[in-house]
């Protein structure tokens, strides 16, 4: 859980903080494109009246530019003879001009760029024929691509530097955090054990007194009722102690994926189906079996059939009379997938979201008196199989009844 709160801790920052720098270099870049395309049609304009010499220059507001745009103004008479005004240093073929030319006059608009070459026009009519001014664009458009290129270069090296400082940040933040968690962890274990030694006491010497002649009926009841709930107990602490294994395996990342062995999945699946057929016999269910051979899971055998037993328990517990509960095993590419489902009722979706949450029952499993567990069984598949590296989702309809899926 830790590491999880830690990668989203670095997630939104760098999320936060990268569309900060989007804004901004958009921004910046869009504001420049928009002032030289403005300074270009101010050009154009001042060329179409005739003020060459100033168009020559490309800041018009007096100061003075890194670069400069050239103008060429270039007159063309309906005989189709065209002339070239002005004394701008810009040399354009004749070829390009004939070319610029023919684009300008086929043209819809007034003005635009031409699509061959980095040039912007602007076009006026005259009683003599038409005048067109333009402007050579392409150091305005290589100031504009270098911008660009840099703002990439910074957005990815910023990027890169608030990964790390993010990275350093969040582990430092989280120390507290890990150091309750531990000691959360050893807590639950430590009383967990702890609990187990007077519990077993209470048991045993419930048991010697149950066993005792001359005990009255009334008395007899009372002790009988005594070891129930010691036996409840009991189970509640053991699961507890599993509990708080499987976090202490998440939290340090144990094992590691690649340390444990394969095991023979369909052979577990095979195994705990049939232990619990009798099972689902007394509850008046059946398990059917979809089980493909040769199926692999990297995870401790013990702790597979951990799983396993408790989504059977579960589904075979809640299933309706004369039903069937589903068990299928196959490869998913190079995983596993283990699905457990039955036609019980439906599962609503605020519950779905809280099924593998410690201590959560939903409505139903209240309802059924004797059955209801603790709300722990869920909880310790879902951490043991995240401590394997894997994944467990419930689903609940209907058409398919509740169905938990195991991938591995």
């Not at 274990?189 to 010497?205: Q, R």
């Not at 490869?331 to 519950?351: A, Y």
């Not at 309802?367 to 951490?383: C, K, M, P, Q």
Request: with cysteine; net charge negative.
């Amino acid at each position: 859980m830790l590491a999880r709160l830690r990668r989203e801790f670095i997630a939104i920052t760098m999320l936060l903080v990268g569309l900060v720098l989007i804004g901004v270099l958009g921004m910046t870049l869009f504001t420049n494109a928009m002032t030289l395309r403005s300074v270009t049609t101010r050009i154009l304009s001042k060329a179409i009246a005739g003020d060459i010499t100033s168009a020559q220059i490309g800041d018009t507001t007096g100061e003075r530019s890194a670069e400069v745009m050239l103008a060429v103004v270039v007159d063309v008479r309906r005989d189709g003879t065209t002339t070239i005004i002005g004394d701008s240093p810009l040399e354009i073929s004749p070829e390009r001009l004939e070319a610029v030319i023919e684009e300008v006059l086929s043209a819809s608009a007034d003005t635009g760029e031409c699509e061959e070459y980095p040039i912007s026009w602007e076009r006026a009519e005259r009683a003599w024929g038409m005048r067109i001014a333009l402007v050579d664009t392409y150091a305005r458009d290589a100031a504009l691509r270098y911008q660009a290129f840099n703002g990439t270069v910074i957005f990815f090296v910023s990027m890169l530097a608030l990964f790390a400082v993010s990275y350093i940040l969040s582990g430092w933040a989280l120390k507290p955090v890990e150091r309750a968690w531990a000691q959360q962890h050893r807590f639950v274990s430590d009383a967990s054990h702890e609990l187990k030694t007077p519990l077993t006491v209470i048991l045993a010497n419930m048991e010697i007194l149950q066993r005792q002649e001359g005990v009255d009926q009334e008395s007899r009841r009372w002790v009988e009722s005594t070891i129930d709930e010691a036996v409840h107990m009991k189970q509640l602490v053991e699961e507890l102690l599993t509990l708080a294994q499987a976090d202490e395996r998440t939290a340090s990342g144990q094992p590691s994926k690649s340390d444990v062995e394969p095991i023979d999945a369909s052979s577990v699946v095979e195994g705990c189906c049939l232990e619990f057929d009798p099972v689902a016999f007394e509850r008046g269910c059946s398990i059917e079996e979809s089980i493909d051979s040769g199926v692999t899971a990297r995870i401790e055998r013990s702790a597979y059939q951990r799983v396993i037993r408790t989504l059977l328990d579960n589904a075979t517990k809640y299933a309706p009379k004369d039903t069937t509960v589903r068990v299928s095993l196959a490869r998913d590419g190079k995983r596993s997938r283990l699905v457990v489902s039955n036609l019980g009722e439906v599962i609503p979706q605020e519950d779905l979201e809280h099924l593998f949450d410690r201590f959560f029952r939903t409505d139903r499993a209240r309802e059924r008196r004797g059955e209801g567990g603790f709300g722990l069984g869920l909880a310790i598949a879902h951490s043991i199989v995240v401590s394997y590296g894997g994944t467990i989702q419930a689903t609940s309809s209907i058409e398919e009844g509740t169905s938990i899926t195991v991938t591995l």
